[in-house]
């Protein structure tokens, strides 16, 4: 079971789902905070909810605000960032990049495609904590780094 | 370990420490930790990775929440770790303030890397630059800044005191003793408190290894001998050497001398930063000079003076404006005048700011002005500004100045003697307002100027109640310095006596206010004019001085709360630039009730929201008479101390009993922060 936790994990990483910071957070965790990460990765997902509704929201408006939308999206790349969510951080990246030329449609491209990788990787490590809930405690000794 | 040691010494010397003796063995556990950021993800991992380092954490979403927390806990924290991108406040402001207010070291992150955003950083003094993910092994060196930081000053300190007994020095001392007290003790706030404090660790102190330095608490007197110093060698040939012999203090230390220098610099560079103040920020303009600028400033605060009577108001606000650069022609005042006060802030400002953003004991004057204590430390500022009272932002710059400026101020505006309490008080020795100033007769004192400049600004406003526009340039300079006068400089401003320039005062004092605002410290400075131009104004609501004052930790701050609630407003405006979180417009509308002849008041609505800034303004005029103790302050710079007591008696004249706990002294600049 923990060689199957595990190999998620490495998937996850394999896969560039999750990076080092993930594995800065899950050394942190102790026998104080069993479940930080959890913890993080959820406050991180309900946070940046707001930060992606009004990153849309100012998608929506004409022209776009390219200096406002680069700012919202460096909040929400610095919250991605701090949990090690790698795509996501790196579409990020990219969006702002976008809005720094001033390229509309690359922003909204690439918006699209930050959310649906925000999404992926929350469904991963939905099923990734469950898994660990479900072993335990006993997951931490296999932690594999 | 030799680390060991140091901590301990700075657990144990450092008053502020007040755990230390309990961490000192232990260090770098126990390390109180403050960490400010809005991203609430960030802000439990980094709670997290902190606590894993043992240190002692608190968390903070908002800055303004966080500078409460640490105006409150003056020595509860030992390093402040702050997000660079924050909502409600620039990071880099709050970085500045806390710098300037209560000389902690502040560590700056961001997950922006950009070498523009980290050399930002450096030149705002943070410590430290962290690129966000943040990793554990970058939060566990962080108390490395902290022992360096408290290393140097015991370094200046043990200089000066070699050999000598320290406490002994410090307790005689008092006011020479500089207080670097390394737990970034308040600036000087409290230098009453701290001496007594001192006295205190001086016990400690001299047990511990010589690291240990008495505290050197740049009272507004010190801070005038500095800048006098400094002004006499030129700012570029300013060398600590030479300001050390120039100024001739017994038990300070090049080093000292080489700290303050440095904050002043910056204070000054932070003011020539300000571009707009549409009045003419030419001398804001040379800012590596701050000295350049405010002599510049004098020669036109001189002339101003000379026409006092002209433009008073005005031109103080004009000069405040530009002080503060700012100054976006709010009121409209010439331009010209506007300079000279910013002449005057500087003069004062840069006592005060050598500081650095310590308040240093200017600071304490340039509460002073108004009673508002210089101490306000931009807390204080803030609070006033909170008052949104957009006189009071220039004074309240004035104010922090130390006071000496106001009393310069003040004398200029002998209608004001309001404002010249401030002046007084701050004693600000840069308030050279033009020699005339010294005269009570100065209908254009520029006090507003002086004050601004260094936040002993307080100094100035009261004169510029003659000018009433004056007290906005009072304002002005408040912001550079920060905060502490901002309380000052309102009352300049509201030295109604200046029926005429009241009006233009206030434009100016707006404008300054905004301007004091960015300064930082100036919101500050506001609330001390608020105050005191609350006196006079029933209307002010001393309430709002209240809230305003809140966050001066000063108790002085306080005590300008009796001031006149106008004093209150003007802090509001201070706030508007700079964080807006001075609430000035709790202040604002008690100054709009009062003030209806300013119509100025709009202008400085920066914070206090325009509408309020009229009747800020205008109430400030109307607090000029009341301000009253600021004629009295008229005498040459009184003593910080006299200018306290004086504008405090003018205050109570005016309003409520000023108690003395506008103590100036306590205020002393060196709380103003820089």
């Not at chain 1, 909204?108 to 959310?115: G, P, S």
């Not at chain 2, 505006?413 to 100065?442: A, D, H, I, K």
Request: charged share 20%.
């Amino acid at each position: 079971m923990q060689r199957q936790l595990a190999n998620m994990k490495q998937t996850l990483f394999d896969q560039g789902y999750l990076d080092e910071q993930f594995i800065q957070l899950e050394e942190l965790q102790d026998d104080a905070n069993p479940n930080f990460v959890e913890e993080v990765v959820t406050l991180y997902y309900r946070d940046s909810a707001r930060l992606i509704q009004n990153i849309e929201q100012a998608l929506e408006k004409s022209p776009l605000d390219f200096s406002k939308l680069e700012c919202l999206m460096h909040q929400f790349k610095g919250s991605s960032s701090s949990i090690g969510a790698k795509r996501v951080k790196s579409e990020c990246t990219q969006f702002k990049e976008h809005c720094r030329v001033g390229n509309a449609d690359g922003c909204k491209r690439t918006f699209q495609q930050l959310k649906k990788e925000y999404a992926t990787l929350k469904k991963k490590v939905e099923v990734y904590f469950q898994f660990a809930r479900q072993i335990g405690p006993v997951e931490k000794a296999c932690r594999s780094k | 370990m030799n680390l060991g040691v140091n901590s301990m010494s700075v657990t144990t010397s450092s008053a502020s420490w007040k755990s230390g003796d309990a961490v000192s063995d232990q260090f770098p556990a126990g390390l109180r930790v403050l960490v400010v950021d809005d991203d609430p993800t960030c802000l439990r991992i980094l709670e997290k990775m902190l606590r894993n380092c043992r240190y002692e954490v608190t968390t903070c979403g908002r800055a303004e929440v966080a500078l409460k927390l640490l105006r409150d806990n003056k020595d509860g924290f030992d390093v402040v770790i702050s997000d660079v991108h924050m909502p409600d406040m620039d990071g880099f402001k709050l970085l500045e303030r806390v710098g300037l207010e209560m000389d902690l070291p502040v560590i700056m992150m961001s997950a922006d890397d950009s070498k523009s955003v980290v050399m930002k950083g450096v030149t705002h003094g943070a410590c430290d630059y962290l690129i966000k993910p943040v990793r554990m092994e970058a939060l566990k060196n962080i108390w490395q800044h902290v022992v360096r930081k408290k290393k140097n000053e015991w370094k200046e300190k043990d200089a000066e005191q070699s050999g000598s007994v320290e406490e002994g020095d410090r307790q005689q001392k008092p006011t020479d003793d500089v207080d670097y007290s390394s737990s970034a003790n308040e600036g000087n706030w409290r230098n009453s408190r701290k001496r007594k404090e001192e006295e205190d660790d001086g016990d400690d102190k001299d047990d511990s290894s010589t690291l240990k330095k008495p505290r050197v608490v740049w009272s507004v007197e010190l801070h005038q001998q500095f800048v006098t110093a400094v002004n006499q060698l030129g700012i570029d040939k300013a060398v600590p050497k030479k300001i050390l012999e120039l100024m001739n203090v017994p038990g300070l230390t090049r080093e000292n001398v080489a700290s303050h220098l440095q904050k002043y610099r910056l204070y000054l560079r932070r003011l020539s930063g300000q571009p707009q103040n549409g009045l003419g920020n030419s001398f804001l303009g040379p800012q590596d000079s701050g000295f350049g600028s405010i002599s510049s400033l004098n020669g036109l605060d001189l002339q101003a003076y000379a026409s006092s009577g002209q433009i008073p108001a005005q031109s103080l606000a004009s000069i405040q404006a530009a002080a503060l650069g700012r100054v976006t022609n709010k009121s409209g005042i010439s331009v010209p005048i506007v300079d000279q006060h910013n002449i005057f802030s500087f003069d004062n400002p840069n006592m005060r700011f050598l500081d650095g953003q310590q308040h240093h004991s200017n600071g304490k004057q340039v509460n002073l002005l108004h009673g508002i204590p210089t101490n306000m430390d931009s807390k204080q500022l803030a609070a006033l500004h909170q008052s949104g009272q957009p006189f009071g932002n220039t004074l309240m710059n004035v104010h922090s100045q130390s006071g000496q400026s106001n009393s310069l101020l003040t004398q200029m505006v002998q209608p004001q003697s309001r404002t010249q309490m401030l002046n007084e008080v701050g004693g600000n020795p840069v308030l050279n307002f033009p020699s005339s100033v010294g005269q009570p007769g100065l209908s254009q004192p520029i006090p507003g100027s002086v004050f601004s400049r260094f936040g002993m600004d307080n100094n100035v406003r009261p004169l510029t109640y003659k000018s009433l526009s004056q007290p906005t340039s009072v304002v002005e300079f408040s912001r550079s310095q920060g905060m502490e006068l901002s309380g000052n400089s309102i009352p300049l401003t509201s030295n109604s006596g200046i029926p005429s320039y009241t009006s233009k005062g206030t434009t100016l004092q707006e404008e300054v206010n905004s301007e004091i605002k960015g300064s930082r410290g100036f919101l500050p400075n506001f609330d001390a004019f608020n105050e005191l131009s609350q006196n006079r104004t029933d209307t002010w609501d001393l309430q709002n001085v209240g809230s305003t004052f809140e966050t001066p930790q000063h108790s002085n701050v306080q005590s300008r709360l009796d001031v006149p609630p106008s004093v209150l407003v003007q802090p509001a405006f201070a706030s508007d630039h700079r964080n807006g979180h001075l609430r000035t417009t709790s202040v604002n509308k008690a100054a709009f009730s009062t003030a209806t002849s300013l119509g100025n008041g709009t202008n400085f609505g920066q914070q206090l929201t325009p509408s309020h800034a009229d009747s800020s303004l205008r109430i400030k005029t109307e607090r000029l008479p009341d301000m009253g103790f600021q004629n009295s302050l008229f005498p040459d710079q009184l003593g910080q101390d006299d200018l306290m007591s004086t504008l405090l008696k003018q205050q109570q004249d005016g309003l409520a009993p000023v108690e003395n706990e506008f103590g100036f002294d306590e205020y002393q600049l060196d709380n103003l922060p820089v």
